[in-house]
Antibody
Framework: EVQLVESGGALIKAGGSLRLSCAGT????????MSWVRQAPGKGLEWVGRIKSKLDGGTIDYAPPVKGRFTISRDDSRNMVHLQMNSLKTGDSAMYYCTIDQYYYGSGDHYWPEHWGQGTLVTVSS | DIQMTQSPSSLSASVGDRVTITCRAS??????LNWYQQKVGKAPKLLIHSASNVQSGTPSRFSGSGSGTDFMLTISNLQPEDFATYYC?????????FGGGTKVEIK
């Protein structure tokens, strides 16, 4: 059974840093493309970023609001993906979900979140 | 970034009803459009990918259609477990974007 378990969420002050982790089991982790998606309380879903498998180049892409502040990395030896969040703002407060992405090579790469973890809550206070 | 607009933002329906949710993209997305269901306090669940491909495990009463910029999610014979919020999401571009959601409530 595919399982994703996020950890690391906390209450933190604006300007601070936090590192989220996601542990995956039940699938071949090194082949997986992984994303982070967040959801502010009572709001909709917002994609944060994605890391491809090393086999597919390990490319990392970010949403504009977090580019330059957040960093995604992966440790295939431990079946984990991380989200390092720096210079946190109150607007970054959200539930953060880790996902395994389906992907398709058409005219360019296309991918979408398939499996989701249960999320970890980040609250940034002023 | 491609903007995704869902309508309505909420609706009330009864068990057994046929429900349609629409999603419009600000630019063409071919058929790279996906639908998710989210229940309160839970993670989203992928229902349909690539506009009309039903994800394994999704009940057959869920269907998707459309291409280009206009898409629909249809739930035929609405069941009690279908009351939830539904999101569309485009995967045409590297930066994924979601619609604002449609909350389906019990009438």
């Amino acid at each position: 059974e595919v399982q994703l378990v996020e950890s690391g969420g906390a209450l933190i002050k604006a300007g601070g840093s936090l590192r989220l982790s996601c542990a995956g089991t039940g699938f071949t982790f090194e082949n997986a493309w992984m994303s982070w998606v967040r959801q502010a309380p009572g709001k909709g879903l917002e994609w944060v970023g994605r890391i491809k498998s090393k086999l597919d180049g390990g490319t990392i892409d970010y949403a504009p609001p977090v580019k330059g502040r957040f960093t995604i990395s992966r440790d295939d030896s431990r079946n984990m993906v991380h989200l390092q969040m720096n210079s946190l703002k109150t607007g970054d407060s959200a539930m953060y979900y880790c996902t395994i992405d389906q992907y398709y090579y058409g005219s360019g790469d296309h991918y979408w979140p398939e499996h989701w973890g249960q999320g970890t809550l980040v609250t940034v206070s002023s | 970034d491609i903007q995704m607009t869902q309508s309505p933002s909420s609706l009330s329906a009864s068990v057994g009803d046929r429900v349609t949710i629409t999603c419009r993209a600000s630019q063409i997305t071919d058929s790279y459009l996906n639908w998710y269901q989210q229940k309160v306090g839970k993670a989203p669940k992928l229902l349909i990918h690539s506009a009309s491909n039903v994800q394994s495990g999704t009940p057959s009463r869920f269907s998707g259609s459309g291409s280009g910029t206009d898409f629909m999610l249809t739930i035929s014979n609405l069941q009690p477990e279908d009351f939830a919020t539904y999101y569309c999401q485009q995967s045409y571009t590297t930066v994924l974007t979601f619609g604002g959601g449609t909350k389906v409530e019990i009438k």
